[in-house]
């Protein structure tokens, strides 16, 4: 699959924006800075990477993106609204109808077969089972897992899995897509094959897509990549 162009869009719209952002955490007399005034944005359609070492604050960072933990100061804006000024059931119908996450361990549900993995999202937001499955089986086949589907997750290998948690991810259509280290687990033959999948879909599906990574040889695939170090971003 080839690589995205660099170009990036400038018209379109600004899914998610993340103003001003910094995060202490505090215990006792431990008093510990992980972020450090990190401003981004992405746009529908546009794919960035944040590169950065572990421990450098990646992953906490992709929580406050996603409205799983909330920044000391700054603001985080999703579709124009701003995270920290919701309740807490309005942040979750927010998150849970505009952002999908794929992480770096898939979390399917072993006791369900692929298709009921990928439909359950539309299966709880009360979506009719019949076209719920339909659309499961459209993004299965889209991963190169038609024939797959009805296998449960031990029957599935490591790549297979993670190709099913992205496509769960995506089944709903959500404004951007948050990933953390979604390869990690991977050989490198695999880890291409399924960020190639990401990259394809997010960009077909106008996603924005959002990964923290250490690997930058899969991040220089993205449209942009930022570098996280000592807490702060950097081009």
């Known amino acids: 699959m080839s690589k995205p162009s660099s170009f990036v869009d400038m018209n379109k719209s600004t899914v998610l924006e993340a103003q001003h952002i910094s995060r202490r955490f505090t215990e006792g007399s431990l ?6 005034d990190v401003n981004l944005s992405v746009a529908a359609g546009e794919t960035l990477a944040i590169v950065g070492a572990s421990g450098s604050g990646k992953s906490t960072l992709l929580h406050i993106l996603g409205g799983l933990d909330l920044p000391t100061s700054g603001s985080v804006n999703l579709l124009y609204q701003t995270l920290g000024g919701l309740s807490a059931s309005a942040l979750g119908d927010l998150r849970n109808q505009h952002l999908g996450f794929v992480y770096q361990f898939h979390h399917l549900l072993p006791e369900f077969s692929a298709i009921d993995n990928v439909a359950m999202p539309l299966w709880i937001r ?13 993004l299965l086949e889209s991963v190169g897992l038609g024939p797959r589907m009805l296998h449960r997750p031990a029957e599935l290998s490591g790549g297979e899995r993670q190709r099913v948690a992205i496509a769960r991810a995506l089944v709903t259509r959500p404004a951007c897509l948050l990933a953390d280290e979604p390869t990690g687990n991977l050989d490198r033959n695999t880890a291409d094959l399924v960020f190639s999948m990401m990259l394809d879909l997010a960009h077909s599906q106008g996603t924005a897509f959002v990964v923290v990574t250490h690997d930058s040889q899969l991040a220089s695939r993205c449209d942009r990549q930022l570098h996280l170090v000592a807490g702060s971003l950097q081009d």
């Not at 009360?126 to 459209?138: G, H, V």
């Open 31 to 36: 008093n510990v800075s992980v972020l450090q």
């Open 126 to 138: 009360r979506m009719d089972r019949s076209a719920a499955n339909a659309q499961a089986k459209e």
